[in-house]
């Protein structure tokens, strides 16, 4: 144990959440606010997840004024919270069958019982024995093992009676129970913020947070990424923005990236962001996001575009399907980003550590040479077959995906959702976009087809002692023109060995497996090879302006802490490099809190934490520690995985990190847990099984990629040979891997302590890679294995709940029984500290805030929420009595403006009508005029025709009788001298009579021909009249 100081996350209090609807969580607290209490939970029994949070206070808050009572903005507990337990309290309290599960013991994720706290638990300062009250949250342990949130109905002894969400009732031992945070605490975007801070609750509320879509949630320093499986609306130039101009503080990998930036141009540091996590979890994805932050931030000079067109071809030369993962990493990487004084991006580079090289076989051979059924070699192999043009095609001799040995073993050829030709034209133009020429891009090619070829070149035994020699045939042609070399040059290197002993040179031939082999080996070196130089030229077209550089920001994607029910040489190598990377978080989060805690002033003293450097003594310790036996071991021709195994435990035995056991099998301590290894394969994977007949071939070739590969191991070789503290002949030899990337694992570690470091755990929520699943026990184990729990824990070891002076002052000042309104906020809050009764040593006042031990100011929340609920009760009894008073006052004046508006209505109504009909009327009399005038005039122009046809007529009759017309003139004008007096002959006066009878019988009968039509016409008006009526 060693004694350090520990520290928590500095946070300042002039940021403020302004962060829109759609991240904002609805439970998120601001980032300078903690909350440590063990309040009264206010919580949702019915469905488990809470759903009620300070809404509805501060909208009560806001509409009336409590007297004393300010900064309610604040105010974390629900006015209904109370009310809702007590009522379910009452309708399940006695009145449901209760089913017993005391005597049940529950599997549990952890190896320990569930009625008492794990062993991880017991170091947890805020995990201890329950005591259960009515209508409180608490957590148990159900009997699959994951944990369930429940409300206490009844408590009985040393029993409880508990309601789950699902409407069950168990009985269950009180003790067995763990706390659960306030309701208002549900979702918290930082686990920090968490009143008890324990497995069940750690668990509960990232699963809250991630049915919500919210897939990063801080865990102190540490950004915790949960993998959605689904494409989430939490990306894109609109976030960026956000970020970039502080709009938005919520956990985001933006908010990480964005943070190394502003500490590197304000500090003048290098930064680093360390991302970490199993296979699947997302750590890959998470390293272009952070990429694409930076980028955007950085960017102008172009170079950035390059830096972002890397990820398809490290993907396609460096990615697999996995029987976890559709695209695993099977290397770590290091993509260290230069940026120039003014601070854009002005170069890169990219350092892998290569689980190629480093594990020859994963788990029994290499992915290059055999995979796994259901799984794919690199991604590339599928990528070439099925996008390669016609033409490269022909010159590579290039074959289906299913007619190549080493491809074909996995029966699996292709992934869900995936283009592999599609894929292949996005590596070309990447390749483009970094400067990689056309003849280089087909000699890259031109390798990939040759380690499928070799995997298909056979061998025919040639002797009684299992010899052999390869088969001449399309398989070994194609190999040798590829690498552009002869096939007796490829027989040589493949079939038999040459050896130098005691100064005579030996020439060994090899068996049918002796010489699988070595060719296995030979297409791993090629494509390893290959690998490292894609790297290289992708470095060099990445080291513009690297000259004129000032600072970097290194992203770190490398493989996380593994625990299988196997675990074998890869996952030793990966948990010793896990060790070291603890190691390193370790001390930077000490030294945070360090900083934070001398920066204002408090007292505090030492905490003990568990240190690991006991498991880093016993891997790296000489001459006894595991890489120096294994590599003693491996250089014995004779050794095997028993004497192996029988050797550790016969020098480590009395170590405390190390167990042995049955067999091949020891376990070892390791800051995660105890991980039990299989020395199954061990002294092979470790040993290098390329030998220099291999390099001598490479080096013959005509192809300027062999050769370059084979001097490049050679050199290797000559400054491995060249190291110093080299002190044993084992040790002149060439390196074994576990040294090799021992070598590598510190020079990663040398340029990571040269930075501040940034640190995100991705989290794979379930093995089934589909959204909406979460399974406990998979995020548990991985959060033991990420640190994340023992993380928080030891930030909340020293004071992990602050507060301002002012803060605290306005949220617990109207809690005094006397007027302190004049004082200042340090005054106010010490004599909130006193009134309360708040022991000295579990807090501690500080230049601007209050510093406290965790669950400290439960009783303050307490009061506070009971306070508030009554004061919230009596406004509403007061508010309900002024708007029933209010009301009766309007219901009269209401009911008298409707009166007078619909009046007002009518009136307007009958004045319209009345208009219309005057309107009407006057209309009818026009049109009535019209008509009769109408009728007249026609009736009048029939008169006039029937007196003309008459008239005229008689003047036709009297035509050519001169007498007559003489007689009528005389007539007249006798009649105008005489007067009345007209005289005419009787003869005359006949003729005259005769004619006018016969004249007014000709009217008679126009007349009734006339009235006749006369009746007709009439009828034919009034027809017409009636329809344009209807």
Known sequence: MTSVEVRSVRKSAALRPRVPGKLQPARSMPLDYRYSSAANGAGSAANGVGRRGAAAVEEEMKEGEVVGVEGEEDSPY?????????EEGEKTGGGEEVESVAAVTPRRVSPTAAASPSQ??????????????????????????????????????????????????????TESLQHANPEILDGVDDLMQLSYLSEPSVLYNLQYRYSQDLIYTKAGPVLVAVNPFKKVSLYGNEYIDAYRNKAMDSPHVYAIADSALREMTRDEVNQSIIISGESGAGKTETAKIAMQYLAALGGGSGIEYEILQTNPILEAFGNAKTLRNDNSSRFGKLIEIHFSTTGRICGAMI?????????PFPPCQSRVVQCAVGERSYHIFYQ?????????????????VDEYKYLKQSCCYSIAGVDDAQMFRTVTEAMNIVHISKEDQENVFAMVSAVLWLGDVSFTVIDNEDHVEIVVDEASKTVAQLLGCSIEDLNLALSKRHMKVNNENIVQKLTLSQAIDTRDALAKSVYASLFEWLVEQINKSLSVGKRRTGRSISILDIYGFESFDKNSFEQFC??????????????????????????????????????????????????????????????????????????????????????????????????????????SGFLEKNRDLLHMDSIQLLAKCKSSLPQMFASKI???????????????????????????FKGQLFQLMQRLESTTPHFIRCIKPNNLQLPAIYEQGLVLQQLKCCGVLEVVRISRSGYPTRMTHQKFARRYGFLLLEDVASQDPLSVSVAILHQFNILPEMYQVGYTKLFFRTGQIGKLEDTRNRTLHGILRVQSCFRGHQARHHARERIGGVLALQSFIRGENARTHYSALLRKHRAATMLQRNVRCWLARKYFITVRKASVVIQSGIRGSLVRRCDGNVDLI?????????????????????????????????????????MKRTRCFTRSFSNTKIDGKSMSRK
Request: contains cysteine; neutral net charge.
């Open 351 to 359: 350092q892998t550590y290569n689980l190629i090289c480093l594990f």
């Open 574 to 679: 990966i948990n010793y490099a896990n060790e070291r990377l603890q190691q390193h978080f370790n001390r930077h989060l000490f030294k945070l809190e360090q900083e934070e805690y001398v920066e204002d002033g408090i007292d505090w003293a030492k905490v003990e934490f568990e240190d690991n450097q006991d498991c880093l003594n016993l891997f790296e310790k000489k001459p006894l520690g595991l890489l120096s036996l294994l590599d003693e071991e491996s250089t014995f021709p004779n050794a095997t995985d028993l004497t192996f195994a029988n050797k550790l435990k016969q020098h480590l035995s009395t170590n405390s990190c190390f167990r042995g056991e049955r067999g091949k099998a020891f376990a070892v301590r390791h800051y995660a847990g105890e991980v039990a290894y299989d020395t």
């Open 120 to 173: 991880g638990d017991s170091r947890w300062g805020d995990t201890s024995s329950y005591g259960a009250k009515k209508n409180h949250r608490v957590f148990c342990q159900l009997p699959n093992g994951d944990w369930a949130l429940c409300t206490v109905i009844t408590t009985s002894g040393d029993e409880s009676v508990l309601k789950v969400s699902e409407g069950k009732v168990l009985r269950l031992k």
């Open 384 to 400: 070439l077959c099925a996008g390669a043009p016609a033409t490269l095609r022909e010159k590579l001799n290039l074959k289906k």
């Open 966 to 1006: 003489n007689v009528f003139r005389e007539f007249e004008s006798k009649q105008e001298a005489e007067g009345d007096q007209i005289l005419i002959k009787a003869s005359v006066l006949a003729e005259l009579q005769r004619r006018i009878l016969k004249a007014e019988a000709t009217v008679r009968e126009k």
């Open 714 to 740: 050679l050199a290797q070789s000559d400054a491995s040979i060249s190291a110093p503290n080299r002190s044993s002949a084992a040790d002149s030899q060439k390196l074994s891997v576990a040294m090799k």
């Open 78 to 86: 629900s006015s209904k919270a109370a009310t809702a337990e007590e």
